[in-house]
């Protein structure tokens, strides 16, 4: 396993931003997919954006889509999630993982390795 290490939640005013990091606690990524989901209290995790570590495709729930953009450093082995015109309801736990299986899958029961989780925080 990889630990995985979060970081760049807070709180923010609807319509801000935030950028959350992932990087691999020790190692490098060895996995292929790398993604983001969120989890609110009681409630199962949910995909948020994935991305191919080898060639940087992408892809988006479509809640998030157009506001999200999920990216890859290969120097500095960390993966981002750029957040723009957060709502309120974007409040969540997000984790960061990864997974070997290809193409990206939408289920977090695929991936194997997880986060922490940082909390994200939107006020109205």
């Known amino acids: 396993q990889v630990p995985l290490v979060e970081s760049g939640g807070g709180l923010v005013q609807a319509g801000g931003s935030l950028r959350l990091s992932c990087a691999a606690s020790?190692?490098?990524?060895?996995?292929?997919?790398m993604g983001w989901f969120r989890q609110d209290p009681g409630k199962e995790r949910d995909f948020v954006a994935a991305?191919?570590?080898?060639?940087?495709?992408?892809s988006y729930h479509d809640s998030v889509k157009g506001r999200f953009t999920i990216s890859r450093d290969v120097a500095k082995n960390t993966v981002y999630l750029q957040m723009n015109s957060l709502k309120p309801e974007d409040t969540a736990v997000y984790f960061c993982?990864?997974?070997?299986?290809?193409?990206?899958?939408?289920?977090?029961?695929?991936?194997?390795?997880w986060g922490q989780g940082t909390q994200v925080r939107v006020s109205s």
């Open positions: 993982a990864a997974s070997n299986i290809l193409p990206a899958r939408t289920r977090a029961e695929f991936y194997n390795d």
């Open positions: 020790g190692g490098t990524f060895s996995r292929n997919i």
């Open positions: 991305i191919r570590w080898s060639s940087g495709l992408a």
